[in-house]
């Protein structure tokens, strides 16, 4: 079955530092992955999904993340982070050659951006 | 559009009683799910459907029902809260029958039971 994990549950960083967020998955078959963002008092808004291709994939707010297939992680970059980008951020994952519809998330990681 | 509206944003139950969390869109989309937030777990999905009259079990369905009568409409019934019920849920929805497509999230019900 799989799994999710979020290494660290709180990240705090200063502004205009880089970030990497980790996440690792546990699955036999092949994965799509996701980022999510959750600002406070909000729901879920999507950062970028790796479905096929290139394993480095573009989101939205400057953000990135890489596939890794041999290491089974998909960590979350950014090279330099604002006061804004302070949110919980959640990696998912899905199955789809199972016929599972449906997301596993990860517990989460709070990324704190201080002045 | 909307997009996905979730009512109430807040709720109290005393242990034992029932209620409904209501979920609508407005974006014609098949697939729509449950999910429960509490600190430390991220999201468990509860709940999902591909289409009207077409719903099934998500990792932590028991304590709750779910019926899909149409596109637009995807109620979460508790049908006797308990205090393990207290939690953040959020219905989410996408356009295609996989989930594998990004979902778009309501603002989520805030529920303590007591």
């Known amino acids: 079955a799989q799994s999710v994990t979020q290494l660290d549950s709180q990240v705090p960083v200063f502004e205009e530092a880089p970030v990497e967020l980790r996440c690792n998955y546990s699955s036999s078959v092949s994965v799509y992955l996701f980022w999510y963002v959750q600002y406070p008092n909000q729901g879920l808004q999507l950062l970028l999904k790796?479905?096929?291709?290139?394993?480095l994939v573009k989101g939205i707010n400057g953000f990135e993340a890489e596939f890794n297939k041999s290491q089974t992680s998909f960590h979350l970059r950014k090279p330099s982070v604002h006061i804004s980008d302070t949110a919980e951020y959640f990696c998912a994952v899905s199955e789809p050659d199972t016929g599972r519809r449906a997301l596993t998330f990860g517990s989460g990681t709070r990324l704190q951006v201080q002045p | 559009n909307a997009g996905v509206t979730q009512t109430p944003k807040f709720q109290v139950l005393k242990t034992g009683q029932s209620m409904t969390l209501q979920c609508a869109q407005d974006m014609n989309h098949e697939y729509m799910s449950w999910y429960r937030q509490d600190p430390g777990m991220g999201l468990r999905l509860i709940h999902y459907s591909v289409g009207a009259g077409i719903t099934d079990q998500g990792e932590v369905p028991n304590g709750y029902n779910v019926s899909r009568s149409t596109t637009e409409d995807f109620p979460l019934r508790l049908l006797s809260a308990a205090p393990s019920q207290t939690s953040v849920y959020f219905c989410a929805s996408s356009y295609s029958t996989e989930p594998i497509y990004e979902q778009y999230f309501g603002p989520g019900t805030r529920l303590t039971v007591t």
């Open positions: 790796y479905l096929s291709g290139s394993t």
